[in-house]
């Protein structure tokens, strides 16, 4: 919640930051290539715009970092491997075979070692002292939040990056409040507040293509409309999960 202002001005300043030089990049004899930053910033201020009767306060936050991939390809570094089926190579012929023998233009994508991470907000109030035993205040607050997910990703499927989707959150919110003595043993307040939200997930490579499911089964072994359970499975392009904004 943010405080009133007051005669004075008032104000802080932050700054967090972490990058890979901060972070150990070895664990016994195991090396990682996965990549860390975070940054963390923002500030208050308050004061007087009329003194003793109109006051402001402001405060601004930034935090972004990166989400870490858990699964990738041998020598990836990543903390978790695909099974021995789902190389680099057998996903490379899966989208070359997408490109050549379909004629495809799609990019279906790779597989993202990390992805952003942005959480951000804000807000302003105004408090003013109409009269004596008469206050009013009107605060106005934004939220921003967004990150990558990944929802068919495990050591036996491989999500290509046309299949991660954004998933942003939007918060807005907007109070005013009357505070009113009107005698030593009677007093009101009237307060309002008008609140949207939005959540949006969508995929970054839009939506005007398909939920394609490779199997790793030879033809022999192949099964219609079916990846039986004893098979690794390959997916690219956009999927169900995303949604528009609402």
Known sequence: MLRSGGNQFHGVVFDNYLNDGLVAGRSKATRSSRRSTRKNYGGFLSGPIWKDHLFFAVSYEKYTTVDQGQFGVAGSGAPNIFSNNLSQATIDSVVNT????????????????????????????????????QRASFTYRYAKSSNVLHPNISATQVQLSSQDYSRIDVDKAATFELNSNWTDRFSTRFKVTKRSYADQQLPPSGQNFSDVRVCTAPTSDATPLACPAIFDQIFFGPTSSATPMR
Do not use: C, Q, R
């Open 98 to 133: 997408l490109k050549t023998t379909y004629g495809s233009k799609f990019d279906a994508g790779g597989i993202l070692g990390s992805t952003p991470v942005l959480d951000k907000k804000y807000s302003a109030k105004i408090d003013w002292n109409i009269m004596e035993g």
